[in-house]
């Protein structure tokens, strides 16, 4: 009751001002009154009785103000106050409040932007049921090369942990996809009707996922329309179904409920549709549409290409799950314990969003702290510009001592403006942060963030207003201080200027925000540097007058090597009649690509029985001509290397170095009768057996396109779109339409999926480090420009506060140039004694780097020499030109003044 009485009277003391204050100048009225009414009852004249009421008093005003600071809400409206005075304050020198909100706007939005990205990867909690019980499956590995990393299953492995493991639900889905087409009724958008034709309908090429029977029972997701799929659809040869995402089912089939039940046209084979998926609902995958993976213990299943999921049974837990695991796959255990002395293997689980985001976190956290840096010196900027605007307010302090107010009103008033000033910057900074979000967005690949959005939501916008509150802590804590040293009796009159400690803190802020700056320059540098290093590397073959385009082979169709090879050569041949086209040839991968991955075994020769994993690479012939890469050994593939022709191979050097030793291959063999018949330079390629880098250039087998096996050829292209190449001496106007019309004169039903220069195969090879170099080094930017305006504005200040000294050392025979060193020197020395710091700093921090470096040493000698100088020019324009101001000071006048 206390608390509601005292709330009640907070509020009206706050909302009825007006009616409040006329009650009590009504009873301090009143009360003088009676007791000037009694004193003239007591003889006293009515002119002495009223001025001894009065004095007994104290003084009526007196009286009110100790009334008013005894009420309910009395601090939230000196609050108020110190508000509306502090917006006076902040509108008058509007200067400095916009180089306030500006500097907090950048470092707080670089700050919310990437917290953006960490909150999506690491604390934001995946749209699913009970995310906290979905899993992956990590291996341990002991021995002479311990490893620690989440697996990829094969047939043997997914019916073990399926049939044995019943803590959990698991479900695998294909590791590796390529789009699928399906073929659309143009007029009849929407229609239910079955699609056999192979003429008249219109092609759309989609995004696909293969998914086990329980893949979205995994993840809680129950379809709008219909089912997910059955066992019996998931068994090999079982029928062919498919489940589509709700965007395709509404964009393409009209969302028509009579769909369910109903066949579509895809992968050149009918297809029944038993699901369509809810509106929002996201996968790991991201697909259009998901079909039956169908696993077993051949083919794909032959290898580990299978990504698993697995849900936690209720009742069940994850050590009880992990040991059912490790006694499903003893087998496996025992067999490596067997084979590498010392060596043991086991399995654990690993939550799911830690398990899809462990390559992107450190990269995210690492943003993190370079955006924290960034927070770091804004706030030391800020801290020497409030604490100079407080020196410059002294005198004003003073007065407003002398006249009764105290250092804990003087301070609450200093801190509500740095609050005003952090709160506009917070808001600015939402919005610059939602602005770099976007960008940061846009830049990166498709598929490139594990989760579906990045969005600005509760908890972003709760960290900014953190941050913003934090940075008024940090900025604001150094005029505080100072404004408690304020001697009354010397400030009155005093002339505003730095004292010797004051000037030696700002210049220590400066140090600390150009240390901090040398190391973020020097990390962009060095990435600047890897990324330089890895775009020329030498590729192995001529990228310029080249042009490629993918399509998706994943289809009944070409199943048939026959078929497969009629494509290959109508296509080949209508391209080669386009005008300005000088070769035209398919490759399943081409350079800057990761290859299709299989096991060799050397089969004559010293070295027979050897065996290792190689890159495979299917071809036509022309291949090399087109992507002119150089034959060293042997002869290229010619139109005679064909089905009923003995298997040949064309191997790179790097194949030779790892096999032969460096000797000639040629004529060679390998499993089982495939001859060696040339052997080509090495190209560039994205890594696949050994992660050296993400451009390397590994050991390669090409193949003749019509040699492949008819087994293994509707895998590939399970996997792996081929590429169509053209090489033309000049650019031709519309290249990529006539290409996909020579496609379509040998299958109509067949589009590309996408158009592609070298240079863009290699852009996204190299997209990480593109994006790494991107953002670093605009922090790094962003650091510089914030470290620039702290030395410009000490200077500046100098000058202004100096003004006078100056114009007398001129008048006495000084000159403008020593002037203006002798200014500027603590802007120098500063700047030098963070240099130096910053490379201390450097010696240690990089060294973190060293994974992230491919041709670059982390005590790179250009790197650190380029730091310097751009460092050093830095601090001479940020020197100078406040210090022209000096050549316009007119010493006479000083003289005058004086």
Known sequence: MKLWSRTTSMMRNLFQKSRVENQLDDEVHAYVNMLTDERIAAGMPASEARRTAQAEFGGIEQLKQAVRDQRAGTDVELLWQDARFGLRQLRRNHGFTLTVVLTLALSIGANTAIFSIVNALMLKSLPYAHPERLGVIYEHATGPHPSQDMIALDGEEWEALRDNVPSLISAISSGMASGVNLQVDPVQSGSVQPRYSQAGGQVQYLHAARISAHYLDVLDIQPLLGRNFTATEDQPHGPKSAILSYNLWRTTFGGDRNLLGQTIHLKGEPYTVVGVLPQGAVTPSHADIYTALQPSREGEGGGANFDVITRLRDGATWQQADAEINRAWAGQAARFAGHVAGGQLTWYSVP??????????????????????????????????????????????????????????IQMQLWVENLLLALMGGLAGIGAGFVALRGLLSMLPEGFLPVASVPLDGRVLAFTLAVAVFTCLLFGMLPALASRKVDLRSSMAMRVGFGGDRLRLRQALIAGEVALTVVLLAASGLLIRTLIHLETLPPGFIPNGVMTAKASLDDARYRDPAAFAHLLDTSIAAMQQIPGVQIAAV???????????????????????????????????????????????????????????KPVAIVNKAFARRFFNGADPVGRSFNKGVTIVGMVADVATAPGIDDSGPITSERTVYIPATQINARLLPLVHTWFQPSWIVRTAAPIDGLTGQMQRALSSADPSLPFSGFYSMSDLMAATLATQRIEVALLSAMAGLALLLSAVGIFALVSNMVVQKTREIGIRIALGSSVRRAMIHVSSPGVRASVAGLVVGLILCTGALRAMRSVLYGVGVYDAPTIAAVVLTLAAVTLLATTVPTLRIARIEPAKTLRDE
Do not use: W
């Not at 799911?352 to 985001?357: E, V």
């Not at 943003?367 to 605007?389: D, E, F, P, S, W």
């Not at 027979?608 to 290229?636: C, H, K, M, N, W």
């Open 587 to 645: 490759g399943l991968t081409l350079p800057y690509e990761r290859a299709l991955n299989d096991s060799v075994k050397i089969g004559d020769g010293p070295e027979a029985g050897l065996e290792a994993e190689t890159d495979v690479v299917y071809v036509t012939p022309g291949y090399f001509d087109a992507l002119q890469i150089s034959l060293l050994r042997g002869r290229a593939f010619t139109g005679s290397d064909g089905t009923h022709t």
């Open 352 to 409: 799911l969003q830690k398990g899809k985001t462990e390559d992107l976190r450190p990269k995210a956290l690492t943003l993190m702290l370079a955006a924290g840096i960034i927070l770091l010196i804004a706030c030391a900027n800020l801290a020497g510009l409030t604490l100079v605007r407080m020196l410059r307010r002294t005198p004003e302090i003073a007065i407003r001592l002398a006249l009764g107010a105290s250092h804990g009103q």
